[in-house]
């Protein structure tokens, strides 16, 4: 309710006012008080429609201690509400609301600490008008932009409040000197100025913002400087109540009843000021009810409750929804793993898995590729790549191997357990980023290799392209981890199926073998003695030379099927000795037509004096013809110059066998030594001759290594025990005997 004061009631007080010849008072508004403005409650001489006071009497006297309890117990209520929101929902925005409230709550204390006649001490004043324009600038800081990054937030802060709150406490302890107005006002408005338009982030709202900010700087700084500081005052506060409803505004796109009501209630709180100011300049005598004035205040902090719980609403709603999602997505990778684990070919599940990676997780891509036969990464299954690039990812596939994942890890970043991001260029080579769908801005890409139990690499699993690339969850990439796990486990099961396929078969082998043997057996040993009898019957040399031919040829047969007995019983055999040299040239001589018409050069280094090696003839023989098969079908179908060397020498008291081809070399030097495992073509190789080579050797105590060689080419190391440092120790005991 607006009452008019009459004439004879406040033209004494004005003239009181005019008369005091106090410094700082706008002779055009003789009845506005800058300092009791920014307290509103403190009232002097006229100034009570401002104050939010009621009035009871022509003379404007101070509320009393019962009307200023009920506003005083309201705004404590809303800071141990805050308080209690704070502890629940951590954020910098939050605990700048609760200061804030905090701050507005001081000023409300210092009014009732106020007495209700009489003298108010400038220090109770600097309190209640400081703690008002702090509040201020607390709400200011709190919904503009930068309230989330630490060192921009407490520089806004310091830039604002500091000279701000020195401004109000200027007018309070009535400092008559015009420069510290002055400088505070232009450190206030100008390093605000400077700060926003230096940002980045600049948008029409807060130039438009900064540009009317600084009309009203302009405006106070120039009052100032005519010895009114009043208008500084209503510009501090005007600005720092009303600006956040801007930012609130420009900066959230939610346009919620809280940030609604947010907005209107800190519009309405700094329009008090100029408003105030044109009543009291148009209609000095009226009188405005307290309540009224307070009335935006209330607002604002509902709003900011209200905020608070939709938050945490919106909150609660995310995390019902992502929960969700991971029940989903766990849902579709434990289906697949069943059937993994059921006896579901792998090979043929990678388009599954493909695809339910891109339905339930947040990548639009994704590829799953296995080692082929050839131990080439093959492209097993995709989702959401264009059909051209596909094609081109299977292209490059024909180029990659195994060794290249392993050179990209290496220099990858690790963001899990076994999940590496690949960063340009050595993304590049992958291809996903020529897909339509890529919207992943630096071309990133995702890598989990496929690692078996025992450690060996099968494959991998790549992701690109995802949906938003802030929302990558650290729980959604473990589960993909594990289905990558899960995708290992079954391709090594099926790799350990076709070897117990492969043994089973050997094992009938063995067995026809020793029957077929022992039938072969008997024949031939009639053949041999009757031959060898029929050649000391029989004189003349071109008859006998013929028998003598057949029968070496019989002994071979016999050789031959005592090998195939002996395989077929796998038994101990007794270490013997055998030199390195005539062995070689035996193996040699058996592929001599293979390397004579392939033109394969064989260069031989043999150390002349080379110790017996203890080992037997046919173990070392078998060692060394596996090798030179596999250094010769290595080299079948390669263009240019073909070499093979075998070198020979000792080492202490080991012999070092070594059996260089300049080939493709091992194309994976982690599986190269498992049983069964073969890159050569079907039907030509059955993975069993080195397994079978480092079995012989680590059983004589001697070790096999394998590497490639550069720029291309295998070498296999062999070391064997030398057969004249078995019988060392013995010598020491007779001689010591």
């Known amino acids: 309710m607006l009452v008019p004061l009459s004439d004879t009631q406040s033209t004494p007080d004005r003239a009181m006012g005019s008369e005091s010849g106090q410094p700082g008072r706008n002779p055009n508004c003789p009845n506005f008080g800058a300092t009791r403005i920014a307290r509103s409650g403190v009232d002097r001489r006229g100034y009570g429609w401002l104050l939010l006071r009621p009035f009871d009497s022509p003379k404007v006297i101070l509320m009393g201690i019962l009307e200023k309890i009920p506003t005083f117990l309201t705004v404590g209520v809303l800071v141990v509400i805050f308080v209690c929101l704070k502890r629940q929902a951590r954020s910098a925005r939050l605990t700048l609301w609760t200061f804030g409230w905090a701050l507005v709550f001081t000023h409300f204390l210092a009014q009732l600490l106020e007495p209700e006649r009489g003298h108010v001490s400038s220090l109770l004043l600097a309190v209640d008008s400081g703690s008002l324009q702090a509040a201020a600038v607390c709400f200011l800081v709190s919904v503009s932009f930068v309230v989330k990054n630490s060192a921009k937030r407490t520089f806004l802060l310091f830039i604002l409040g500091v000279p701000s709150v020195t401004y109000v406490a200027c007018t309070a302890y009535d400092v008559h000197a015009r420069w510290p107005y002055v400088l505070c006002l232009v450190a206030c408005f100008g390093a605000a100025a400077c700060f926003f338009l230096r940002l980045n982030r600049k948008t029409l709202y807060l130039v438009a913002a900064t540009f009317l900010c ?333 028998l003598t031919k057949l029968v070496s040829e019989a002994r071979r047969m016999k050789r031959i099927i005592s090998n195939l007995l002996r395989f077929s019983r796998q038994g101990a055999h007794d270490t013997q000795s ?54 010769s079908d290595a080299l079948e179908g390669l263009p240019g110059s073909k070499q093979m060397s075998i070198r020979g020498c000792q080492s202490g008291l080991r012999a070092l066998i070594e059996v260089e081809d300049n080939g493709p070399g091992f194309g994976n030097l982690d599986r190269a030594l498992d049983p069964f495992y073969t890159t050569k073509p079907v039907g030509k190789g059955t993975g069993l001759g080195l397994s079978v080579c480092y079995g012989i050797v680590k059983e004589r105590g001697g070790d096999l290594r394998i590497e490639n060689v550069e720029p291309h080419g295998a070498r296999v190391t062999i070391e064997l025990p030398l057969a004249e440092t078995a019988a060392q120790p013995l010598v020491a005991v007779v001689a010591h005997a």
Not at 607 to 622: F, H, M, N, R, Y
């Open 578 to 631: 055998v030199q390195l040299s005539p062995l070689v040239q035996d193996v040699l001589a058996l592929r001599e037509y293979y390397t004579r018409t392939r033109n394969v050069r064989v260069e031989l280094d043999i150390e002349p004096d080379l110790p017996s090696l203890a080992v037997s003839e046919d173990e070392l023989k078998q060692i060394l013809l596996n090798l030179v098969n596999n250094s």
């Open 214 to 546: 600084s009309l009203a700087g302009a405006w106070a700084i120039a009052a100032a400087f005519r010895g009114s500081f009043d208008e500084g005052t209503i510009a501090l506060l005007g600005i720092g109540f009303a600006l956040p409803g801007m930012f609130i505004c420009g900066n959230q796109r939610r346009r919620s009843p809280a940030m609604l009501t947010i907005a209107g209630g800190f519009f309405c709180w700094g329009a008090v000021f100029p408003i105030g100011l044109l009543i009291d300049r148009i209609a000095p005598n009226l009188i405005i009810p307290g309540e009224l004035w307070n009335t935006p205040k209330f607002f604002v902090a509902f709003g900011m409750i209200l905020a608070v719980v939709e938050d945490k609403s919106k909150s609660i709603s995310g995390m019902q929804h992502k929960a969700q999602v991971l029940n989903r997505q766990l849902e579709r990778f434990s289906a697949i793993t069943s059937r993994l684990l059921s006896g579901a070919r792998p090979d043929t599940m990678c388009p599954a898995i493909a695809a339910a990676i891109t339905e339930v997780s947040n990548f639009r891509v994704a590829v799953v590729q296995l080692e082929d036969t050839e131990r080439r990464l093959r492209v097993a299954g995709s989702s959401g790549l264009s059909s051209e690039s596909l094609r081109n990812l299977e292209v490059h596939a024909l180029n990659w191997t195994l060794d290249h994942v392993k050179n990209l890890c290496s220099h990858a970043q690790l963001m899990g357990k076994n999940l590496y991001l690949l960063i340009p260029p050595g993304a590049i080579p992958f291809a996903l980023r020529g897909n339509s769908n890529a919207h992943w801005e630096n071309g990133e890409e995702l890598l989990i290799p496929l690692c078996s139990a025992r450690g060996a690499t099968v494959g991998c699993i790549r992701l690109s392209s995802p949906r938003d690339p802030n929302a990558i969850d650290a729980l959604e990439l473990s589960r993909i981890e594990m289905l990558a796990a899960d995708l290992a486990v079954a391709v090594e099961l099926k790799a350990l199926h076709t070897q117990l396929v492969w043994s089973e078969k050997l094992a009938a082998l063995g067995e026809l073998l020793a029957g077929v043997a022992h039938e072969l057996n008997n024949p031939l040993t009639v053949i041999m003695g009757y031959g060898e009898l029929i050649g000391d019957a029989i004189v003349a040399p071109p008859v006998r030379d013929q």
